[in-house]
């Protein structure tokens, strides 16, 4: 059994976790962090992707109102490349709840939140799909962020400054002696080999997971699982981010991202945050609500459907969802008897490195180190590891190169073999074997029209090629990439997403015979 | 505006696997026949005519016989097309089929009792019952793990000699690769155009030149199927005669030569055995004649519209791909006549959570439902039409792409509605 050791360890990498790692590394603390899948694989690779200005929590919540405020216009000044500065509308359609759009303005001054009345003829004009029946709208600073592209920074960075990052290896358990967890036992997700970690202090950031975590020191935290589903659209409908003006409720935001957009989201309490995937009536009711107030939403066409899960964490011992806590929980576990282990968890995205700051300062004061934060004014460097999942940045390079020789493995979204051995290269320097589920994460593959069915075959060639692949593993990794992508694919089949699927089915199964377990030995 | 009419005895619409078979048929009976399509999943197909394969899906169960294969099927799912034909009649459809693409310069080769395995371009081994000439000398080598030399080429993407190699370590160790550059050397290549390439001689000796020396020891080469479009046999009798050894094809993901062979061998096939093509046209369906019984149609676009008046139809207008079928967010229709679709009751039904559920999904096997002749049936159970056939994939209780049967029901179905038709049309007259 391999021996690891390190001053931090930290479980999970959504953006909470590799924001803290980037955050102790930059304090001269080096981290270890340990991923049970890959980067963003949680609620940080499904939601949103608003950078909230805070004017959707005006009503609700002033303080996180007030938080999302800071820490957005923080994230847009330091990480400007991982920022779209759409800005972002407030609008209201005949039925909503007046009073409600009456009162927002004050409420957004009230907390320090730049928020301009508008005349509906002008917000029509500004975003032309929205509905006839708008009766109220008002400009919010929103912005949308690519998570992927934040995470990989972060932890780039943090790599670059002495951390490392090791992904598919679970924590599958601590070994505890008095007041203090001595180590902690991995176990590798592929290969199910085990590895012990001893580190001075652990950090529980791994989201909705955090619960279990804390299980495996017999520690209760009580949460709460809250499912939501997002489907995003073949164009992107509006410039700005668009929010429905009322109460916040199901498919009320808009948020575009490079040529697409995001329409969501629900909101379903669940019992297992695990095995999670959007359904057929999640889908077509977004689709009915989102229509209210951009029409077109009922009839364009949608690319993808996804689903995340919230971590939210019940505050009193009562049975309302509304009680529990949208901001985010730090909690130092001295206070349940160990003092090197600390979870965080809770929160959004938009506060995450909020949450990593006031986490380093807790894993920093057990520590004994006096080093103060620095992603408050530190700006991200732009590191290569992040650039491949922007939208058209791989047609850009491949345009700019003008090497006939490079060809183009994915085609829907010109991703071409010379930006694919870039991506295995700096998964390679991780000492990791590249798999096609984690070139995807790293760039735009599998993401166009024809999702997946070519560039998946392509690449696995590739690979090969390459070396990458040996005996029958090509089979198992694209099995693995086709069955994540479907996920998001099912419930949205119907006219030309249909031909599309059956056109996979007809090649992968019809021809190939992908779904025959015997395919896997190749005989 | 001229309109010109059509009077046939049959209008076969669809040009795709079931449709093709369907005008064969037909001529072949010397029935007068007129054919509409426009495009097909045949190009896209890989050449090979599964006949029968897996069952009970679920189980993934291959059978190597693929008439006790089918006997089983029909036990288990009495519904599913096979089941309105028999065995014999199947066996004719396919000798028919083979002998005409025998006849026509582009011979396949068949097991009669058994499934063949071929290799794919994944390195997946596949099990199906006609094969492509071209492609059959693998089928021997793969079975004797033969010293084998497998071939690709720099800028085919999707296409690795080295992942075949790898897949195929254990089952077949004795294999080789080499990787060449093409003799008309583009950066990146396209099997349909290095396929007209290499019927240019002096081409393809170019590249018999290049991989001789690396032929050594092996009794067998392997290349993507691009041996030619429209003169494969002689390609490959030249590459043969060039190496000094057997050479096998290994068909691509689409496009795919194999399945362009095909559609061009039926293209120009099947006007000289009198069949009467409206190809690239769309049909829409009119009435059906109160007098005569004949069902009337509205072909192409509206500037040059052509009517067609015909005595029967043999309907192989294909699932979604071939636009036969047609879904919206609610359910599924079937484009021309609007007959009834079998089909689950709601979209959350449609598919599987697991793309790769061994039990297929259910909407694989949404389609028309027939009666024993292959006429579609209406909502009250009986014949939509007299003399409205349904043919190919079209049909409901199949599942070709996990059964592993899309030509063979294609082929058969496309029969048996012809013969239907015959024995419908003589009860009548
Ligand atoms: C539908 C939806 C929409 C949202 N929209 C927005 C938005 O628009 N704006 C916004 O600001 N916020 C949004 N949020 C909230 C935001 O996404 C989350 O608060 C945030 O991503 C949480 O990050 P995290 O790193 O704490 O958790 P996660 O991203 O969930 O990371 C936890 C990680 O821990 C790993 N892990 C779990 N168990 C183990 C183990 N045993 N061993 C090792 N690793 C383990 C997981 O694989 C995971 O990667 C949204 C959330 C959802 C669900
Ligand atoms: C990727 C792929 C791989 C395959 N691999 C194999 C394999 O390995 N083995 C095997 O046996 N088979 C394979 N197949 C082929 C398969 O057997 C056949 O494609 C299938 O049986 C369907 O044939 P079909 O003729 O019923 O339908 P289609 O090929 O879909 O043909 C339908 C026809 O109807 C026409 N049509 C529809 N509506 C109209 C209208 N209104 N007016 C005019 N024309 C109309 C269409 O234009 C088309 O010509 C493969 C197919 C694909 C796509």
């Known amino acids: 059994m391999a021996l690891l050791k390190a001053d931090v360890l930290i479980i999970g990498g959504g953006a909470t976790g590799t924001g803290l790692a980037r955050d102790l590394s930059l304090r001269g603390i080096q981290c270890v962090l340990v991923e049970k899948d890959d980067i963003n694989a949680g609620a940080s690779g499904r939601n949103h992707g608003l950078l909230h200005s805070g004017a959707r929590y005006v009503s609700s919540d002033q303080e996180a109102a007030k938080?999302?405020?800071?820490?957005?216009?923080?994230?847009?000044?330091?990480?400007?490349?991982?920022?779209?500065?759409?800005?972002?509308?407030?609008?209201?359609?005949?039925?909503?709840?007046?009073?409600?759009?009456?009162?927002?303005?004050?409420?957004?001054?009230?907390?320090?939140?730049?928020?301009?009345?508008?005349?509906?003829?002008?917000?029509?004009?500004?975003?032309?799909?929205?509905?006839?029946?708008?009766?109220?709208?008002c400009m919010v600073e929103d912005a949308s962020i690519d998570p992927f592209m934040l995470s990989l920074e972060n932890m780039a960075h943090a790599q670059n400054l002495g951390s490392t990052y090791i992904r598919h290896m679970k924590v599958a358990g601590?070994?505890?002696?008095?007041?203090?967890?001595?180590?902690?036992?991995?176990?590798?997700?592929?290969?199910?080999?085990?590895?012990?970690?001893?580190?001075?202090?652990?950090?529980?950031?791994?989201?909705?997971?955090?619960?279990?975590?804390?299980?495996?020191?017999?520690?209760?935290?009580?949460?709460?699982?809250?499912?939501?589903?997002?489907?995003?659209?073949?164009?992107?409908?509006?410039?700005?981010?668009?929010?429905?003006?009322?109460?916040?409720?199901?498919?009320?935001?808009?948020?575009?991202?490079?040529?697409?957009?995001?329409?969501?989201?629900?909101?379903?309490?669940?019992?297992?945050?695990?095995?999670?995937?959007?359904?057929?009536?999640?889908?077509?009711y977004i689709i009915e609500e989102g229509g209210a107030m951009l029409p077109v939403l009922r009839k364009t066409r949608y690319i993808r459907a996804y689903s995340g899960v919230?971590?939210?964490?019940?505050?009193?011992?009562?049975?309302?969802?509304?009680?529990?806590?949208?901001?985010?929980?730090?909690?130092?576990?001295?206070?349940?008897g160990l003092e090197n282990f600390i979870t965080i968890t809770g929160g959004k995205l938009t506060t995450y490195r909020l949450m990593a700051e006031k986490t380093a300062d807790t894993v920093c004061r057990h520590l004994?180190?006096?080093?103060?934060?620095?992603?408050?004014?530190?700006?991200?460097?732009?590191?290569?590891?992040?650039?491949?999942?922007?939208?058209?940045?791989?047609?850009?390079?491949?345009?700019?190169k003008n090497d006939p020789t490079d060809i183009l493995l994915c085609e829907c979204e010109m991703v071409s073999e010379s930006a694919v051995d870039d991506i295995i290269a700096s998964l390679a320097h991780q000492k990791k074997r590249p798999d096609l589920c984690s070139i995807g994460l790293r760039s735009r593959v599998g993401k166009g029209p024809c999702q997946g069915t070519f560039c998946s075959l392509r690449i696995a060639a590739h690979m090969y090629d390459q070396g990458y692949l040996e005996a029958d593993q090509g089979t198992p990794s694209l099995r693995e990439f086709l069955r994540k992508r479907w996920r998001g694919q099912r419930p949205l089949l119907w006219d030309t997403h249909l031909v599309q699927a059956e056109l996979q089915e007809a090649m992968h199964c019809g021809f190939l015979g992908l779904e025959l377990e015997s395919s896997e030995k190749g005989g | 505006m001229s309109r010109p009419t059509i009077n046939c005895d049959l209008f076969v619409i669809g040009s795709g696997m079931a449709g093709m078979a369907a005008a064969l048929?037909?001529?072949?009976?010397?029935?007068?026949?007129?054919?509409?399509?426009?495009?097909?999943?045949?190009?896209?197909?890989?050449?090979?005519?599964?006949?029968?394969?897996?069952?009970?899906?679920?189980?993934?169960?291959?059978?190597?016989?693929?008439?006790?294969?089918?006997?089983?099927?029909?036990?288990?799912?009495?519904?599913?097309?096979?089941?309105?034909?028999?065995?014999?009649?199947?066996?004719?459809?396919?000798?028919?089929?083979?002998?005409?693409?025998?006849?026509?310069?582009?011979?396949?080769?068949?097991?009669?009792?058994?499934?063949?395995?071929?290799?794919?371009s994944v390195g997946t081994v596949k099990p199906t019952y006609c094969v492509p000439g071209s492609i059959w000398n693998v089928v021997r080598a793969l079975q004797e793990k033969q010293p084998c030399l497998l071939v690709d080429f720099r800028g085919l993407k999707g296409f690795s000699a080295r992942q075949i190699k790898e897949m195929l370590r254990e089952n077949w160790p004795s294999l080789q690769t080499a990787r060449f550059s093409f003799p008309s050397h583009a950066p990146e290549l396209y099997t349909e155009h290095m396929a007209r390439e290499l019927e240019k001689p002096e081409i393809c000796e170019k590249l018999a030149e290049k991989i001789f020396p690396y032929v050594e020891d092996a009794r067998v080469v392997g290349l993507p199927a691009v041996l030619g479009i429209t003169r494969t046999e002689e390609v490959v009798s030249n590459m043969e005669k060039f190496l000094n050894v057997p050479v096998f094809e290994i068909p691509t993901m689409p496009p795919s030569v194999p399945g362009m062979r095909l559609k061009r061998i039926f293209e120009t096939g099947l006007p000289k055995l009198g069949v009467k093509p409206l190809l690239q046209q769309k049909v829409r369906y009119v009435k059906s004649s109160k007098s005569t019984g004949d069902l009337i149609f509205e072909v192409g676009p509206s500037d040059s519209r052509t009517t067609v008046c015909a005595k029967g139809v043999i309907l192989a207008s294909g699932r979604f791909f071939g636009k036969g079928l047609y879904s919206d967010r609610n359910s599924v229709y079937e484009t021309i006549f609007n007959l009834p679709v079998h089909q689950p009751d709601t979209r959350s039904l449609w598919h599987r959570k697991d793309l790769f559920d061994t039990r297929g999904h259910l909407i694989s096997r949404a389609g028309l439902e027939t009666d024993e002749f292959l006429r579609p049936i209406d909502k009250s159970g009986r014949p939509a039409y007299n003399t409205l056939f349904a043919a190919g994939s079209v049909l409901a209780h199949q599942d070709w792409m996990r059964m592993k049967c899309g030509a063979g029901l294609a082929i058969a179905t496309a029969s048996h509605a012809v013969n239907s038709f015959l024995k419908i049309k003589s009860s009548l007259s």
């Open chain 1, 174 to 284: 601590f070994k505890i002696s008095g007041n203090r967890i001595q180590s902690v036992n991995l176990r590798n997700t592929l290969n199910r080999k085990e590895t012990t970690v001893e580190a001075d202090q652990v950090v529980n950031a791994a989201g909705v997971w955090s619960g279990e975590i804390a299980a495996l020191a017999d520690i209760k935290i009580d949460m709460v699982y809250s499912k939501g589903t997002l489907l995003i659209t073949q164009n992107r409908i509006t410039q700005r981010v668009v929010n429905r003006l009322r109460k916040a409720s199901d498919a009320d935001i808009l948020v575009p991202g490079g040529t697409v957009s995001i329409i969501g989201t629900t909101s379903t309490h669940i019992d297992n945050p695990d095995d999670i995937y959007p359904t057929v009536r999640e889908v077509d």
């Open chain 1, 67 to 137: 938080e999302c405020r800071e820490e957005g216009e923080l994230i847009k000044k330091l990480a400007p490349h991982c920022v779209d500065n759409t800005g972002g509308l407030f609008v209201a359609v005949e039925g909503d709840n007046e009073n409600y759009a009456a009162d927002f303005p004050q409420l957004c001054d009230e907390c320090g939140i730049p928020a301009t009345s508008l005349d509906i003829r002008d917000a029509r004009e500004m975003e032309p799909e929205l509905s006839e029946k708008t009766i109220a709208a």
């Open chain 1, 368 to 400: 004994g180190v006096s080093a103060p934060c620095k992603t408050r004014t530190e700006p991200f460097p732009r590191s290569e590891h992040g650039k491949w999942t922007e939208p058209g940045f791989a047609p850009r390079e491949w345009m700019r």
């Open chain 2, 25 to 120: 048929f037909a001529a072949g009976r010397g029935i007068n026949t007129v054919q509409a399509g426009m495009s097909s999943e045949l190009a896209y197909a890989s050449g090979l005519l599964d006949l029968m394969a897996v069952h009970p899906v679920r189980e993934s169960r291959i059978w190597d016989d693929p008439w006790a294969g089918i006997d089983a099927l029909i036990r288990d799912i009495p519904d599913h097309p096979y089941a309105h034909i028999e065995k014999a009649d199947i066996r004719q459809a396919l000798d028919e089929f083979m002998a005409f693409l025998n006849s026509a310069g582009l011979p396949y080769k068949a097991d009669t009792d058994h499934n063949s395995r071929v290799i794919t």
């Open chain 1, 310 to 336: 919230r971590p939210l964490v019940r505050l009193k011992a009562s049975g309302d969802d509304r009680d529990v806590s949208r901001g985010y929980t730090l909690i130092d576990h001295t206070e349940n």
